[in-house]
């Protein structure tokens, strides 16, 4: 809001209506049509011109050196998994300022990485608070206190560190993303892990059918892009789940394929797939990473958390 109303002759109402139109910050006026803003404000054309143009003006347009980015990546610190083979696959953890990926089919352990993350975040650093947005009621509390107890947390100091918001649908998943930098900025909370459980489920039960595909894409993309700026702004890890279909004309190799497609993977920093191993152990394969090599490795989900097999 602050940021919109920077702009001369934006006054209250009207910032008010090009927030609810969906123009939050200054990038989303800069790009946005004359036109679109007259709609979304009722302002008149040159109005609408001046904001564009004070928008572009205004606006960092995010250009950096080289050496500035190798600062910001000095920052970046790894939450641990628990689990030594797990750790050593992505070098240390789940790096923050990243959007982080675990797909797999259902009961493939996705649930308890987030749970066992939240935990182990707290425990190397006890400053840190959790957002924990679940779409799919599988938050659990018990089992929040089992891995604290076993991690040497007091459980009920862990789980008041970590905030849980249910999601009711994929509008109202998307609207908590975007309060998240709220809790930030104004309330001053230190988050710096934000867990989505699941990242697609809303929108696969909600657009089915070829014809509405287009349309969840466009809304997938506007979320992963509200979780890729929380991620970097605030250098906190953006940790999501996903599920997998089946690929039926696939002949050769694993049959499944991550929901979200395009959108969801190239938005996703780092990619990970897990399966259901032998004797109800867990493979994580790491699929997708910028500086990491492929690999996997094998855990068993316990417990008091993740342990290497
Ligand atoms: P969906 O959300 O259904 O797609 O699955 P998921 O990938 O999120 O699976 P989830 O993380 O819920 O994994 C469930 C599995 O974790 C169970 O089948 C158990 O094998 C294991 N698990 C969960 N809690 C415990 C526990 O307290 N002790 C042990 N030993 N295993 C557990
Ligand atoms: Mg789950």
Known sequence: MSEITSIPGVGAATAE?????GYHDLLSIAVASIGSL???????????????QYARDNLNMGFESGMAVMKKRELVTKISTGCEGFNNLLEGGFE????????GEFGSGKTQVGHVLATQLLKSDPEA???????ENTFRPERIIQLATAAGL???????????????????????????D????????????VVVDSLTAHFRAEYIGRGTLAERQQ????????LGKLSSTHNLCVFVTNQVMSKPDQFFGDPTTAIGGHVVAHAS?????????????????LIDAPNLPDGECCFMVTEGGLLDV
């Not at 100091?157 to 849980?164: D, Q, Y």
């Not at 709220?182 to 892990?193: A, F």
């Not at 780092?270 to 994580?284: E, N």
């Open 269 to 285: 920093t780092f990619r990970i797939y897990l399966r259901k191993g032998k004797k109800g152990t867990r493979v994580a394969k």
């Open 96 to 103: 923050t300022g990243a959007i982080c990926e675990c797909f």
């Open 17 to 21: 209506k090009l927030t609810s139109a």
């Open 129 to 135: 608070r959790v957002v924990y947005i679940d779409t």
């Open 182 to 193: 709220e809790l930030i900025t104004r309330d001053g909370q230190n988050i710096k892990l």
């Open 38 to 52: 007259v709609e979304a404000t009722g302002v008149s054309e040159s109005v609408s011109r001046k904001m564009i």
């Open 219 to 226: 809304k997938l993309n506007r979320h992963m892009s509200t």
């Open 154 to 180: 007091d459980h009920e100091e862990a789980l008041n560190k970590i905030m849980v918001a249910k999601a009711f649908n994929s509008d109202h998943q998307m609207l908590l993303a975007e309060k998240v």
